[in-house]
């Protein structure tokens, strides 16, 4: 059983949508995509049959009419619910993977808070107990936030589609109602935890959060957790955000090593792209968001960087983040 105060996160943290109910919505969208090409192919032979055996002005109307609601307001129609199909399956599929990492991340946090609390009680030191603590709520959390970030990217990616197949002002607007992000429950936990606010120099028009950032701090910390302890001192990682012209958020992993090259054991989450050109990891993704116009909000490094690798982040208009804590580093906090 785990101990206080992780029932209490979890409870809060834990997504409580039904992963398996959101994929079967996500295959009621496809058998109505189905069964609307199933009707365009009757529709289309019946208009086949009208101009076939038909005469007259009404046999041609009716024959364009019935071509139409085929050829467009159905495909239309059907192509939607497809894309709603999909995006509706994905997002079960994030739901489902959120609920396992929180169930792992509770069970190390759980472990940890008992190491600190048998520290506490046997020498009265409560510095343990604290630090543990602190690092479950923001981990658990961390971990519910990929589900916002995931259900961000789901939603975009539907409306690009939707924007792309009838256009912007067709879309509708419909949205992806049952997409519900977890903002709320994880707004409540980050309270008193994330100690630093937003600094001076950040842009207001940039949608940058606190939980951007502890999600940052908990990918680096990750990271670090997976490499091989052979090559853990010589290999250095970093993790960049950044925002693009559209305001679409754009994660990269750095690495010190050339070719953008990972060790065994570290993958990358599927919204992410590595870089590694021999520099400071920081620097590598710093160059290509200069590379590609997109706005540097902040890195994170498994270990610290030099003073003159920190200095260029800074100087490049990013945060410098420390992936032990939640104060940046950077000369303008």
Not at 48 to 58: E, L, V
Not at 116 to 145: C, E, N, S, Y
Not at 279 to 297: K, N, Q, T
Not at 316 to 324: I, T
Request: hydrophobic share 40%; net charge negative; with cysteine.
């Amino acid at each position: 059983m785990l101990s206080e105060p992780i029932p209490e996160m979890l409870e809060k943290l834990w997504p409580t949508m039904d992963p398996e109910r959101i994929q079967l919505a996500g295959e009621r969208f496809s058998s109505l995509a189905q069964r609307l090409s199933d009707l365009q192919i009757v529709l289309s032979d019946t208009a086949r049959h009208i101009a076939d055996t038909g005469d007259g002005q009404a046999a041609d109307a009716m024959t364009d009419q019935a071509r139409r609601i085929a050829d467009t307001t159905l495909t239309t129609v059907r192509d939607r619910l497809t894309h709603q199909g999909r995006a509706t399956r994905a997002y079960g599929d994030a739901v489902a993977e959120t609920q396992q990492r929180l169930t792992v991340v509770a069970a190390m946090a759980d472990r940890d808070l008992l190491a600190g609390q048998v520290v506490a009680a046997a020498t009265g030191d409560t510095t343990t107990l604290a630090g543990a603590h602190d690092a479950a709520v923001r981990v658990m959390t961390a971990a519910a936030l990929q589900l916002d970030r995931r259900t961000r990217d789901i939603t975009d990616d539907l409306q690009t589609q939707s924007d792309t197949d009838a256009g912007p002002s067709q879309s509708g607007g419909g949205g992806t109602p049952m997409m519900a992000p977890m903002g709320g429950a994880v707004a409540g936990a980050l309270a008193g935890v994330m100690v630093r606010a937003r600094g001076a120099d950040h842009r207001p028009d940039l949608d940058i959060s606190d939980a951007d950032l502890a999600m940052l701090r908990f990918r680096a910390a990750h990271l670090a957790a997976t490499q091989p302890p052979e090559v853990a001192p010589w290999v250095r990682l970093a993790v960049g955000l950044g925002v693009s012209g559209d305001g679409r958020h754009v994660v990269i992993v750095g690495t010190s090593e050339l070719g953008g090259y990972l060790r065994p054991g570290t993958a990358l989450e599927p919204h992410e792209m590595v870089v590694g050109d021999g520099r400071a990891p920081e620097l590598a993704i710093m160059g290509y968001f200069a590379d590609r116009d997109i706005e540097p909000v902040a890195v994170c490094a498994t270990t610290p960087p030099p003073p003159e690798v920190a200095a260029e982040i800074t100087e490049g208009g990013a945060r410098n983040l420390d992936v032990g804590d939640g104060d940046d580093q950077d000369s303008g906090q």
